[in-house]
């Protein structure tokens, strides 16, 4: 996403770029956003249109620690 490191909008410090994890059933996966409001489902409690997924991935801020989410393509595994 960025050529350059993030600045933390809070402290101004280098922000690193990671992932928020997600565990499921012995898998690890990336968190990833869904559009509109969650729906129920008796079989998987939450409906969701899987070809709406965007993987999220997050920054850290090195000094204070605050976290800025992105959902964007570029954060899927490779």
């Known amino acids: ?3 350059s490191p993030l600045q933390c909008p809070k402290c101004e410090s280098e ?6 994890l997600d ?7 990336v968190s990833q956003w869904a559009p509109g409001a969650p729906l129920k489902s ?3 409690r939450t ?3 899987e070809e709406d997924l965007i ?8 000094s204070c620690g605050y976290l800025e989410q992105y959902a964007r393509d ?3 595994a490779k």
């Open 42 to 44: 008796f079989w998987t």
């Open 47 to 49: 409906k969701l249109p």
């Open 15 to 20: 922000m690193e770029q990671g992932f928020v």
């Open 74 to 76: 570029e954060f899927g």
């Open 1 to 3: 996403m960025a050529t």
């Open 55 to 62: 993987p999220i991935g997050t920054y850290r801020c090195s």
């Open 23 to 29: 565990n499921t059933y012995g898998a690890r996966l």
